[in-house]
Each structure stands twice: as structure tokens, then as C-alpha cells.
DNA sequence: CCATTAACGCGAG
DNA sequence: CTCGCGTTAATGG
């Protein structure tokens, strides 16, 4: 978890409760408040000038949810969509500020919170840019075994549908179907009742 | 809504 | 020409 919850609490958040296909924020909303998950899963998406998706992160449990549009004076990029129920814990922008200067440790870890993210968004441009399909799906199926502790082979059952693997790689549906098919051919992959074990 | 398959078009190499 | 991906359509869960 990013930043404990009595200490979020202590400085005036709140805690809404949200269902699928909620909203929470859209794009060219201004950011007023940092959140972040207590449960369930979000997905940041873009509809490019074709009405195709781009999902551009799926967040869950204990990850903030575009808190670097807090540090500067722009609208938010990308919608911020429901996927499951879920429980978000809310601070106002001037609250998580105070926060900040007055915990040093806190402000330490936001920095490390926002680093990894970027450097995370640079290794997944890296395999997204590639031409091969393999790589763009293996990239994303990489980065979410890694938030996972055991990373023997199969252990981790992919929480993500063939249409959002679609929509991250930007792929057409099919393609993930075939990838992912001629990957469990070759042993990278199993699939049980048709979920992704990797 | 999600997963899968097949046929076909098309561009890159 | 071959290969891989997108498109379309159809099927089944």
C-alpha cells in the first residue's frame, strides 16, 4: 500500500464505494484530489480518433490512481473506469500537499511510487513498440506477474480478458487469441478454462 | 459480453 | 512469395 489509510484518514479523506463501469474521473476533468485503491480494479483508458481503446493501466489494491496530474497544471489524459466494485480512499489536492511537507517519509515514498511507475511505462513503450506480437503481450503479461510474489512458472493465472490484452498491446482481439495460442504451444503459457496461467 | 475459428486482404520483408 | 496482422462473419459458451 502507497500510503496507510489512518494517515490519509487523519488529514480529512473519504472513502466512496464504487461499481463497474463507474467513473470516476473522465479525461479533461482537473485533478482536485489524490486517490487511491482500497480494493477492486481500475483501468485508465483513451478512445483514439477511430473510437479504439487504449488502456493505458489497470490498477488494484494499494496503487494511487494518476497522482502525478497533482503535480502539475493539466487535466487528466485518460478516463478512470470501474472495473470491479471497489473502494477508493479520497484526499483533496491541498490536503495531500500538507501531507506531504509534513511527512518527509511519506513525500520519500511518492517519489519512489511515481519512479517506478515511470520506469515501468518506459519498459512497457519498449515492448509495445516492437512489431512482434509475442513481445507486446509477453511485456504485459511480465509486468503484471511482477506485483506477484511467486514467479514460478503457471503459478499466475492472468486477471485480464483477451480484449484487454487487445486494448493495452493495442492488437486486435484475434491476434491476442492466436499469440496466446501459439505461446501454450511452445510452453510459455497454459490456459484452464480458458484463463492464462503464466 | 467473451473466446474461438476461418477466410480473405494487404503490406512488409 | 510468404508471413503476420487486421477485418469480417459466424459459432458457441
Given at each position: 500500500m502507497l500510503i496507510k489509510e489512518e494517515l490519509l484518514l487523519a488529514y480529512g479523506a473519504e472513502i466512496d464505494s464504487f461499481d463497474p463501469n463507474d467513473i470516476i474521473f473522465n479525461e479533461a476533468d482537473k485533478p482536485r484530489y489524490y486517490y487511491q485503491i482500497i480494493s477492486g480494479r481500475i483501468k485508465l483508458n483513451h478512445y483514439n480518433e477511430a473510437g479504439k481503446e487504449l488502456i493505458l493501466a489497470i490498477l488494484h489494491k494499494g496503487l494511487s490512481v494518476c497522482?502525478?496530474?497533482?503535480?502539475?497544471?493539466k487535466s487528466y489524459p485518460v478516463n478512470a473506469i470501474v472495473l470491479e466494485p471497489s473502494r477508493v480512499i479520497k484526499l483533496p489536492k491541498k490536503n495531500f500537499f500538507q501531507m506531504m511537507d509534513e511527512n518527509q517519509e511519506i513525500s520519500r515514498d511518492v517519489n519512489k511510487f511515481l519512479s517506478e511507475r515511470l520506469y515501468y511505462k518506459f519498459i512497457m513503450l519498449e515492448n509495445n513498440s516492437s512489431l512482434n506480437a509475442e513481445v507486446r503481450i509477453k511485456g504485459v503479461m511480465d509486468y503484471h506477474k511482477?506485483?506477484?510474489?511467486?514467479?514460478?512458472?503457471?503459478?499466475?493465472?492472468?486477471?485480464?480478458t483477451r480484449q484487454q490484452l487487445a486494448s493495452i498491446t493495442g492488437l486486435r482481439v484475434e491476434t491476442v487469441i492466436r499469440t496466446i495460442k501459439n505461446l501454450e504451444k511452445h510452453n510459455v503459457v497454459k490456459i484452464r478454462n480458458g484463463k492464462i496461467l503464466y
Open positions: 497522482e502525478l496530474l497533482l503535480f502539475i497544471d511482477s506485483f506477484y510474489t511467486d514467479q514460478s512458472a503457471f503459478s499466475f493465472e492472468i486477471p485480464l
